[in-house]
Nanobody, 125 residues
């Protein structure tokens, strides 16, 4: 079992920055693909970014160039640095961990086995 706890969300003005953290316990994250997904009110959960166990990173087109994902395996933590935030980035952000598979499809929720409780990000205009 992997327990994930997100932190770093909050209220920020448009154009501002936030860094989300996802701390894991129970297993070492170095063997897992990690993802960030978000869900806005009334919308389906959508992919934001992911980083594979080997370090490959993936981004949704809507955040490419503004968000950066990273992982610190020594700290068992994954980060999402968010810059140039827009009101449409407002959502609950979830951290997720997926076991190694033959194929990693980072944009699909089914790629992940464990989820955090989420952290709210609100961007005001």
């Amino acid at each position: 079992q992997v327990q994930l706890v997100e932190s770093g969300g909050g209220l920020v003005q448009a154009g501002g920055s936030l860094r989300l953290s996802c701390a894991a316990s129970g297993r070492t994250l170095s063997n897992y693909n990690m993802g960030w997904l978000r869900q806005a009110p009334g919308k389906e959960r959508e992919f934001v970014s992911a980083i594979s166990w080997s370090g490959d990173s993936y981004y949704a087109d809507s955040v490419k160039g503004r968000f950066t994902i990273s992982r610190d395996n020594a700290r068992n933590t994954v980060y999402l640095q968010m810059s140039s935030l827009k009101p449409e980035d407002t959502a609950v952000y979830y951290c997720a961990a997926g076991q190694k598979r033959f194929v990693f499809t980072p944009g699909r929720p089914e790629a992940y086995d464990y989820w955090g409780q989420g952290t709210q990000v609100t961007v005001s205009s």
